[in-house]
């Protein structure tokens, strides 16, 4: 059992040795800025516009192209997120919104139809061996991301639907450290859900 145990340890540690810095960049600086995402800290965003550029030199190497061409979008948002932000910090607006039912309507109707034509898309014109998982993935997180950076309470509901299902893909194409990442970013979206109803619940009393 301890041999196996420490065989199982050192082959962690090699994986983690031929991680690209490009992946360990992306890793740490998303992992800062989702953390300061869950304490409304604007200076998340700028940060977010590091892990962006990373990963999307990742995913290019990986042949996840509906997660690389995400990372532009993000890159977008993240300008957005942060003009919104800081806008909103200075204005008596309460920044914490609640999605209604149609929203839920619409936004889980946006997923399956992003879902689907990315799918086609990918497994039509690319080289992609994952691609209606990777188009599933895309479509949560880019509905995720608009979410957040409108201040939408349940933003933090499907980033934990996206990273539960990022682990195993991220298992599948050998981005190890990236699946190891996307388990901690399941707690800290549960914890940034958990801080934002919080807030929101405080804005309406």
Not at 68 to 74: E, K, S
């Amino acid at each position: 059992m301890l041999l196996l145990e420490a065989s199982f340890f050192q082959l962690i540690v090699d994986q983690f040795k031929h991680t690209s810095w490009q992946e360990w960049l992306g890793v740490i600086s998303g992992f800062i800025c989702i953390y300061l995402a869950t304490k409304e800290n604007v200076l998340s965003w700028p940060i977010s516009i590091i892990s962006v550029v990373a990963y999307a030199w990742v995913f290019y190497d990986a042949k996840m192209y509906g997660d690389m061409a995400l990372q532009f979008y993000f890159l977008c948002s993240a300008f957005y997120g942060w003009y919104f932000w800081i806008n909103n910090k200075a204005s008596d607006d309460k920044p914490i919104t609640n999605l209604s039912l149609k929203g839920w309507w619409i936004a889980g109707g946006s997923v399956l139809i992003l879902s689907a034509v990315l799918g086609l898309y990918l497994d039509k014109y690319t080289d992609t061996n994952v691609p209606y998982e990777d188009g599933f993935c895309t479509a949560l997180s880019f509905v995720a991301q608009l979410m957040l950076t409108r201040k939408i309470l349940q933003n933090w509901i499907l980033w934990i639907i996206v990273d539960l299902c990022y682990i195993p893909l991220y298992i599948y194409k050998n981005l190890n450290l990236s699946a190891v990442f996307y388990a901690f970013l399941v707690a800290i979206a549960i914890k940034g859900y958990l801080d934002w109803r919080k807030t929101y619940r405080e804005q309406t009393n």
